[in-house]
């Protein structure tokens, strides 16, 4: 079993709805819990960093975690099509590598 | 530009050739890592430093890749006796402190022929 598992998706979606991405995980030393999103050949561009459980919001972007189910969620509002990319779920412990999801592909229709 | 820079952004070798990446992480940032991404997966972890110690590398790694942050600014990667499974891209990241945000380079493609 892989310590954090993404669903890869394609997820395809028409403009302007809301987007749902969710990883679990299987390590409870996990504290600090991120959201990269990823073009095509490019490096991971970070969206959303957050420490413990709760929820921490920016623009049209919020994320959510949930320690006691070991589930964080990415929520992407009024999306657009530059929202396309692939969505990388990561998360690490206090003083520890950090682990990826595999990746979500996702495709907004105009 | 103040991000993480990596060189070369792509590199073709035959197999069998040596190659060597370079990162310049963040100026301040003591934590530096590398990672290893082929298509359609996530970042598969290889290495990372604290300063110029190197805190933890993969036991997936062969005794092939080897790295070095040598004064704790920027760092190097070597791939010795390239295979045609190493081709991927490669990319490091920076950090400060334990719970410092990552923030990553454009890569370096490296392609195995």
């Known amino acids: 079993q892989k310590e954090v598992e993404q669903d890869p998706g394609p997820l395809s979606v028409p403009e302007g709805a809301i987007v749902s991405l969710n990883c679990t995980y299987s390590?409870?030393?996990?504290?600090?819990f991120m959201w990269y999103r990823q073009y095509s050949r490019k490096g991971p561009e970070l969206l959303m960093y957050?420490?413990?459980?709760g929820n921490k919001e920016d623009g049209r972007f919020t994320a959510q975690v949930d320690k006691s189910s070991k589930y964080i969620s990415l929520f992407i509002r009024d999306s657009q099509p530059s929202d396309s990319a692939t969505y990388l779920c990561?998360?690490?412990?206090?003083?520890?590598?950090?682990?990826f999801g595999s990746g979500t592909r996702l495709s907004i229709r105009p | 530009d103040t991000g993480v820079s990596q060189n070369p952004r792509h590199k073709i070798t035959k197999r069998g050739q040596n190659v060597t990446f370079r990162c310049d992480p963040i100026?301040?940032?003591?934590?530096l890592y590398w990672y290893r991404q082929t298509l359609g997966q996530g970042p598969e972890f290889l290495t990372y430093?604290?300063?110029?110690?190197?805190?933890?590398k993969s036991r997936l790694l062969s005794d092939r890749f080897s790295a070095e942050r040598p004064k704790g600014s920027f760092s190097t990667l070597e791939i010795q006796r390239t295979e045609q499974g190493d081709s991927a891209m490669y990319l490091c990241?920076?950090?400060?402190?334990?719970?410092?945000?990552?923030?990553f380079g454009q890569g370096t493609r490296l392609t195995v022929v």
């Open positions: 990561a998360m690490k412990g206090s003083a520890s590598k950090i682990i």
């Open positions: 990241a920076s950090s400060y402190g334990q719970g410092g945000e990552a923030f």
């Open positions: 390590n409870s030393a996990f504290q600090y």
């Open positions: 100026s301040e940032h003591n934590r």
């Open positions: 957050t420490y413990s459980s």
């Open positions: 430093f604290q300063n110029e110690a190197q805190l933890e």
